[in-house]
C-alpha cells in the first residue's frame, strides 16, 4: 500500500483502485490502531483510531480531499506534505 504521507505518528496511505473498493478512502496507521477515511466526508468509515488521532487525520483530509479523489481516480499515487 503506497505511502501518501505521514504526520505526528500518522501514516496515510492508499491502496491502488481496482485492488480495492468504493467509496474513496485513505487507511491511517497510528501504532497498533488504524482508520478507514471516506475521502468525501472525512468519516472514519472503519477502524479504532483514538479520537485526536481521527481529528489530525480530518483535518489533513480536509486540506488534501481535491488531491486524493484525483489519486482515487487517476490510481496515480503521490507523496502530499504533512499536517503542519
Known amino acids: 500500500m503506497p505511502e501518501i ?3 505526528y505518528g500518522i501514516v496515510i496511505k492508499m491502496f491502488f483502485k481496482p485492488k480495492e473498493h468504493e ?7 497510528y501504532g ?3 482508520g478507514e477515511f471516506n475521502i468525501l466526508t ?3 468509515i472503519e477502524g479504532d483510531l ?3 488521532a481521527q481529528e489530525l487525520v480530518t483535518e489533513w483530509l480536509q486540506t ?5 479523489q484525483e489519486m482515487w481516480d487517476t490510481q496515480l ?3 502530499l506534505p504533512p499536517l503542519k
Open 42 to 44: 472525512y468519516e472514519m
Open 23 to 29: 467509496p474513496s478512502h485513505i487507511h491511517a496507521l
Open 5 to 7: 504521507t505521514r504526520f
Open 77 to 79: 499515487i503521490r507523496k
Open 50 to 52: 483514538p479520537p485526536k
Open 64 to 68: 488534501y480531499q481535491k488531491e486524493l
Open 32 to 34: 497498533e490502531y488504524m
